[in-house]
């Protein structure tokens, strides 16, 4: 690759004497380093100067860094204003800017945004759109799903993504954005069409510190520029002062305050979901297998994204009503006239959203099993104890996703927000707190196992264990679903 092409529109300055005209790749990771490599060094601490070092010995070619530092002489230096931005920038050059030949929609949330994003995909798929999703754990080229690491992927990975995905002819990309990708600025350079905000709750604020600080990254996609069109919820609180203070063109949508687009009335059962809205200019109901008063802000966000990408509303009105829930997104299994649940919900907004819409639809209790991530924001345990306490009629306390942490700490500080003990149960091991929950269970009860959605492993001191919710439920009830 060219280094002018490379830095295009990027101000550099060379450090070196030395100076060079290609490099072959590019990475910030020192350990894959090759001979004639480009190496972006994100961070000059101690760490990230021995890092450095690494990748001199391995070979690297050319040094990106916004930093003065010392270097052997016989290495090519490049020096740039903003490491994090650059690189986003340097990897999209690398991939020939394929994010610009399409139509970019962003999804901006804590909740809402896995679930917006695929009926998204899923109502320009059934409608003949090439589409691409970047979600959280895979990425869809059309029909095709592949494995990913995290929800945003760090810009080498995710510019080639796109880069495949307009090789393949994909005309619209939907891909979730999340907070961190946001302040790490993976994301520059990126031209969204449409942005669309969801909600704000308490999450990550291990790393965040505090709900301003939370929000306030959230609001610079918007803020700054990254999509023409804004989508926003009004009826969550930070979405509205995100509407009040953005300049740039924004549609709202809402079921409670006043706003564009706005449901009129709306009916949740154990089937699904109907509401009427009045939508552009037309009054329209909507049917969906999804469940939930919450699920409505999601299915708007994604007719109305849709709408905008082109796609006639009596055709989303139709493919609405085959489009099953995402997996591990309140999916819904019966046996022996007890429902079961599995859902992803791990935050205290999270958790209340499912356990009030199946309070509303079960005619007996409401069992909740759940447990809260370790090395993660300890501050939202008790207040998920507090919510389960209030919603369901027995709380079941399990782990999820320990980490470095010891389980039954993190057990420990979910069961301080439980004011009364008589109808909450501690059990370390989730499968058996599972079965516990089963053998609770009476004909019309309704049991949520939160948290896990379709994750398919268990993370603890290091390493991950095969595990799932819908797995482990069916070899407890000896039954198969699909």
């Known amino acids: 690759m060219n280094i002018k092409r490379l830095f295009d529109g ?37 760490k990230g100067m021995q890092n450095l070092q690494f990748a001199i010995e391995k070979g690297a070619s050319l040094i990106v860094v916004d930093k003065y530092v010392k270097i052997p002489e016989n290495i090519a230096v490049i020096k740039i204003k903003d490491i994090r931005e650059g690189y986003a920038l340097i990897a999209k050059n690398y991939y020939g800017k394929a994010a610009d030949s399409m139509r970019m929609i962003g999804v901006v949330g804590t909740n809402g945004k896995s679930t917006t994003s695929y009926l998204i995909w899923s109502l320009l798929t059934k409608n003949n759109v090439m589409c691409g999703l970047i979600g959280t754990g895979y990425y869809m080229i059309g029909k095709k799903r592949f494995d990913l690491d995290m929800t945003t992927p760090d810009p080498m990975d ?81 979405g509205q002062r995100l509407a009040e203070k953005l300049a740039l063109p924004s549609i709202t949508v809402g079921i409670e305050k006043d706003c564009d687009i706005k449901v009129k009335s709306y009916e949740i059962s154990a089937e699904g979901t109907r509401f009427n809205v009045s939508l552009f200019r037309e009054t329209t109901i909507f049917d969906s297998k999804l469940i939930g008063k919450y699920n409505i802000y999601n299915i708007l966000f994604a007719i109305v994204a849709c709408k905008l990408a082109g796609v006639r509303i009596k055709y989303l009105i139709t493919a609405l009503k085959e489009i099953e829930p995402l997996s ?4 819904v299994y019966t046996y ?36 809260a991530g370790g090395d993660r924001d300890k501050d939202k345990r008790h207040k998920m104890g507090a919510v389960a306490e209030k919603y369901a009629n027995k709380v079941i306390i399990t782990s999820d996703n320990p980490r470095n942490e010891n389980p039954l700490d993190i057990m ?54 095969f595990y799932n919710d819908k797995i482990t439920l069916e070899e407890l009830l000896g039954t198969k679903w699909k």
Not at 14 to 21: F, M, Y
Not at 30 to 45: E, K, M, P, R, S
Not at 338 to 361: C, M, Q, S, W
């Open 412 to 465: 420990q500080d979910i069961a301080c927000g439980v004011q009364n003990k008589k109808c909450v149960w501690l059990i370390e091991d989730r499968k058996a707190a599972t079965q516990k929950a089963i053998s609770l269970a009476e004909p019309f009860d309704t049991i949520i196992l939160a948290g896990k959605g379709s994750e398919e492993y268990f993370e603890k001191n290091g390493k991950k264990y």
């Open 10 to 46: 990027i101000e550099y300055e060379w450090l070196s004497e030395i100076k060079i005209d290609d490099i072959a790749t590019v990475t910030h990771k020192h350990q894959d380093i090759n001979a004639g490599d480009c190496y972006i060094c994100l961070q000059t601490n101690d």
């Open 158 to 238: 995710l510019h080639f993504i796109l880069s495949v995905m307009s090789n393949c002819g994909v005309k619209v990309v939907v891909m979730e954005v999340s907070s961190h990708a946001i302040y790490f600025k993976k994301v520059c350079g990126i031209k969204y069409k449409i942005g669309i905000y969801t909600n704000l709750s308490q999450d990550h604020l291990d790393f965040f510190g505090n709900m301003e600080n939370l929000e306030k990254t959230k609001h610079s996609f918007f803020m700054d520029g990254f999509s023409q069109i804004s989508l926003i919820n009004v009826d969550d609180r930070s």
């Open 328 to 331: 591990g997104r309140a999916n």
């Open 336 to 371: 022996k006239d007890v429902n079961y649940v599995i859902d992803y919900a791990h935050t205290p907004d999270g958790l209340k959203n499912i356990l009030t819409e199946f309070r509303k639809i079960t005619f007996g209790n409401l069992i909740v099993v759940f447990g």
